[in-house]
DNA sequence: ACTATTTCTTGATGCAGTTCATTGGAGAGA
DNA sequence: TCTCTCCAATGAACTGCATCAAGAAATAGT
């Protein structure tokens, strides 16, 4: 394969996950192809670093992103992860313009297509269905957010440790349970608890 | 004022609104007042029930509703307040025509401008503008949501009380304490404690 | 293959927040 | 005016989870 050949095999993914929303036309297709570029990040390499301007929104071909904060005291809290096929940007510094407080770094060894917050609007301005295909993306982000948010106030460490398995179970052996532990919002040693509990009643 | 007038008035903050994303044409806000209907609801009246399919896209006109979730146990957890223009709606229901696991009711007597799952996609269709606004609407929801999953993983509940102090500090003298209670994640009993406290430092 | 670093486990102790029960107050309705 | 119901306050006992500490196991780097 040439060079070109590979980015055209990268792209595949994403045009199948626009063209589950909206069937795409040539022209929709070339241009996604120009405005989105190929990006290789190395295991904990830093996508976005606290205090910078958010100006990529990103596409998992492969790998695994992480979006955590950290807080006065030191801990990170993990607000999402995402793997092939996922999203992930802080979408209020990317709008808005201004200064992240959020990090995103690289768990695995991770390829991105990533287009620009610039090429972004061209991309709206030239072809209006991506309004659409993005509000749909959002509005999905949107209700995963929210069901995490329930859960979060509702449930124990417990309930909600069994509902990520549930829910991420492919994360499950593909991470180490400190970065599980700092999603579920719990410690480690907690977490190992939790596990030491339920190996023993099966 | 006829009938006409008090709709006309009515809609003037929802157009206000539309009109701080972008600019409107006549052709627009006429098919904004067609599709968005007013109706009142009573204190305490269910805007939606679970179990129903979200139908409505609600836009408060003045009054207070809440979107909470009640769970196995009989406790109620509250994922949302909504005031004068703010939207509210099960976003999850509304798009994927299923079965609401949440309840909207409202805290007080509320005028909503509300909009027809049907008639938002003929409103998408006619006028692909509104593509773009659901999407920054969506958008901003979704960074507010962002922030208070943040608050709720990486802060204890004194904390959650100073910050909606801060973010909704006109709901504090306009809601019952065991509301404010319910959306922070802890008991009426645990909060009034902590007011104590806070009292007694200054 | 060996060391260094990171990750996982386990115990002891402490605290934030819950649960249950009781009391007092305030607004709504007859 | 007198209930009746809803809401806030406070005490005592309890529990889920954190913290600190120390050792064992796994991984990565050279």
Request: aromatic share 0%.
């Given at each position: 394969m040439n060079a070109d050949d590979i980015i055209k095999s990268q792209i595949e993914p994403l045009l199948n996950y626009f063209q589950k929303v909206i069937r795409l036309n040539n022209d929709e297709k070339q241009l996604v192809t120009e405005l989105f570029k190929p990006r290789l990040y190395r295991k904990r390499q830093y996508v976005l670093q606290e205090?910078?301007?958010?100006n990529q929104f990103n596409f998992i071909v492969r790998g695994c992103l992480r979006m955590y904060k950290i807080d006065d005291k030191g801990n990170t809290h993990i607000l999402q992860f995402a793997v092939e096929n996922w999203w992930l940007s802080n979408i209020g510094s990317f709008h808005e313009r201004k200064p992240s407080e959020l990090n995103i770094d690289a768990l695995e060894d991770t390829m991105v297509l990533q287009i620009s917050h610039e090429n972004l609007l061209l991309l709206y301005t030239n072809a209006p269905k991506f309004d659409r295909i993005f509000r749909v993306l959002i509005e999905n982000s949107f209700v995963s957010l929210q069901k995490r948010l329930l859960q979060n106030i509702s449930s124990t460490a417990e309930e909600r440790y069994n509902s990520f398995l549930d829910s991420h179970s492919p994360l499950t052996n593909r991470l180490p349970q400190t970065q599980i532990a700092s999603f579920l919002g719990i410690t480690p040693e907690f977490l190992s608890r939790l596990r030491n509990k339920q190996t023993k009643k099966s």
């Open positions: 205090g910078d301007i958010c």
